[in-house]
């Protein structure tokens, strides 16, 4: 199956990024246009910023120097993701409309020059962005440049939350429509007769702002979902405008996958028409490219498999991170290329050109300010009009996963709010341990909603669920029961959508599946381990678990738990689920997956040399393997058997497409750099 491209104007792979004209004179623009030419751009980003140049007054519009870049890009050749201006309101809408103004949780007017400096539920905010959403869509809807609109940029980036009275009084309105103007229903679901803090008025509820002491999570967990609808809400106001007036355009906004606690990006992936992210690689750690792996895999996952976007991504060193290292010769190209191995099919940066003034002067372009004589800019033209050429018949194959790992944010928020057994319950450290352990075994990750079919994967993985839905429970159970391979983290299945304990013994919503029951956690102290047989190391947590149908894999030889089960198995109808009860680091983790992968019917591939990555994508015409490789040293990585599986196998044939040779039983792949073997 070819899946839809999502640009259907371009007919190939989109290379570019974000431009920003009104930033320097009109006699650059021309030779701006001719740079991207001899780069193999396609398509840029442009009008993201240019509120106030684009209405320099209310109501008051200047189209004539936009007139001018997309007619110039048109001639060139480039297409256009237009944006709506809306991540920047003008100073005038702030001096006109004081209650715009974002307020925080201590109750702190925030100014302006900056963006997103505006709050999401203001009236005056939503009338002036679907002015000027109209105004742009009017303007530019039969422009020939036009390819995609990108509407905002990465919604609550800034602004995520506002305790303004504004938004107070919409919190109130979100709510009445949740509980079904059910007052009772709201006091229930949020334990109210817990500290005396009953409600008889809808108007007596807040915004959970600073307090004395820890607000009502249930209270904390729904002001999150408000905020996070309250953003949908704007998305929504604008795409709907756009399609109004062009329907056969696609309409998507930037998203901040991974990166981004406060939205639920599960409640926006079928609002978009295609999913965009931005990815900006945390450059200190050491294991940057395991974090961009995971983030690729959770924006496809968000996508429902199908193609995305690679918004932004650096040609070299962001401006905002604590210590800005530049990348090394090279790793332009192999992020790029590790982000289209898992289902991008666009390679985008910020930005074009540098800008020599502003807050982000500092951050890398494809024209740095050394110009056309820098590194930079022979890898971005390199990249350009060598590499990705070669690569446009991956446009439509599809990324095959070998398992999936259950991500949810709701959850996220929950685990982490105040007054939990331990300071160091952290669900990103959770999810980040046991998906290096996959990709370390060169398995490739779907990430699943709790409640979404899961019978297509042989193992799931729940590294943190600690609020865990009656729906999710029964989802877990059925897939198990169905002959699936399940591993739980601790700390799941303890609470429902309302922060509120299940019934019975922890885990709670698991114990029948998992077949045991904990008796108390056993937090430890800062720097405190346990030992496990086999002389395995766990830290942070331990459990008093008892077994209920489950059998000790593992027990624990030292701490509180000393001699109790510290890892379990459960055989339940005709699959596994297999229970970790401590934190275990993904090297640790390691002779329990061998364990997990066997009940699981999963064989990682063998003989790859340490710091390749491997990938698998799928088309009706070719498989493709992708290998990267993050190591100092040239690797010959082995090309899996013809026919697999029969017993008859050959070895593995191919074509490399980046450099045109055909392989056999192997591929080498030089150090640091991307080889792609279609086969088939």
């Not at 510290?566 to 339940?572: C, G, I, N």
Request: proline share 7%.
């Amino acid at each position: 199956m070819v899946q839809r491209p999502p640009i259907p104007r371009l007919d190939r792979l989109a290379y570019g990024g974000d431009y920003n004209p009104e930033q320097w004179p009109a006699e650059v623009w021309a030779e701006d246009v001719a740079l991207m030419r001899a780069a193999g751009v396609n398509l840029v980003s442009v009008g993201i910023f240019s509120w106030a140049l684009l209405e320099p007054t209310p109501g008051e519009f200047d189209f004539g120097w936009l007139d001018e870049v997309l007619d110039l890009l048109h001639d060139g050749g480039i297409a256009v993701d237009l944006a709506t201006p809306t991540a920047v309101p003008p100073a005038w809408l702030r001096r006109a409309h004081p209650d715009t103004r974002l307020v925080d949780r201590t109750g702190t007017v925030l100014g302006g020059g900056a963006r997103q400096s505006f709050c999401p539920s203001s009236p005056a905010y939503a009338q002036a962005a679907t002015r000027i959403t109209e105004a742009v869509a009017a303007r530019y809807a039969a422009h020939p440049a036009l390819a995609l609109w990108h509407v905002h940029n990465e919604y609550g980036g800034a602004n995520a939350l506002c305790y303004c009275a504004g938004s107070t009084q919409a919190f109130r309105d979100w709510l009445r429509e949740r509980y079904g103007d059910d007052l009772a229903a709201l006091n229930t679901a949020w334990g109210t007769s817990f500290w005396g803090q009953r409600y008889g008025d809808w108007a007596q509820i807040e915004a959970p702002t600073a307090a004395p002491t820890a607000v009502n999570p249930a209270q904390q967990l729904d002001f999150l979902r408000f905020s996070s609808d309250a953003h949908l809400a704007n998305f929504r106001r604008e795409r709907d405008i756009l399609r109004r007036h062009t329907p056969e355009v696609p309409v998507t906004t930037n998203f901040m996958l991974a990166n981004c606690k406060t939205l639920d990006y599960w409640r926006w992936a079928d609002e978009v028409d295609v999913v965009a992210n931005d990815h900006y690689l945390q450059a200190e750690r050491a294991d940057n490219a395991i974090e961009l792996a995971m983030c690729a895999d959770l924006t496809r996952s968000v996508a429902g498999g199908r193609p995305w976007l690679l918004m932004e991504h650096s040609t070299s060193a962001v401006n905002w991170q604590p210590r800005n290292i530049a990348k090394r010769p090279g790793e332009l190209a192999r992020n790029s290329l590790a982000h289209l191995a898992r289902g991008a099919e666009s390679v985008l940066f910020f930005q074009w050109r540098a800008a020599r003034f502003g807050a982000e002067k500092f951050h890398s372009a494809m024209v740095p300010h050394g110009g056309t004589g820098t590194r930079i800019w022979r890898e971005v033209v390199a990249l350009g009009t060598e590499v990705l050429p070669r690569l446009d018949e991956l446009r439509g194959t599809t990324v095959v996963a070998d398992a999936a790992i259950l991500w949810d944010w709701q959850s996220w928020w929950a685990v982490e709010l105040e007054w939990r057994p331990s300071v160091d319950l952290d669900f990103r450290e959770r999810v980040e341990a046991c998906y290096e352990r996959l990709w370390r075994d060169r398995l490739t990750v779907d990430f699943a909603h709790p409640e979404t079919a899961l019978d297509g994967y042989p193992l799931v993985v729940v590294p943190s669920l600690y609020l865990t839905t009656p729906a999710a429970a029964e989802n877990l159970r059925r897939y198990v029961a169905g002959g699936g391979t399940l591993l739980v983290s601790y700390f799941s299945g303890i609470v429902d959508a309302t922060d509120t304990v299940h019934p019975g013994a922890y885990p709670g919503a698991l114990r029948d599946l998992l077949g045991l029951t904990v008796d108390e956690f056993l937090p430890l102290r800062a720097g405190e381990t346990v030992t496990l047989d086999e002389g395995l190391t766990g830290d942070v947590w331990a459990e008093a678990v008892e077994l209920a149908g489950a059998e000790a894999v593992l027990r624990y030889t030292d701490g509180p738990a000393a001699g109790g089960p510290a890892v379990t198995r459960h055989s339940y109808g005709a699959g596994t689920a297999w229970y970790v009860s401590t934190r275990l680091g993904a090297a640790t983790l390691a002779p329990v997956m061998t364990q997990v992968y066997a009940d699981a019917g999963i064989a990682p591939p063998a003989g790859v040399p340490d710091g390749v990555e491997l990938v698998r994508r799928t088309g009706p015409a070719a498989d493709y393997l992708i290998a990267i490789n993050h190591s100092a040293a040239d690797a010959r990585v082995p090309l899996p058997a013809e026919p697999p599986g029969t017993g008859a196998e050959l070895p593995g044939t191919g074509v490399e497409l980046i450099t045109g040779a055909s392989c056999a039983g192997t591929v080498t792949v030089p150090a640091g750099q991307v080889r792609v073997v279609r086969r088939g």
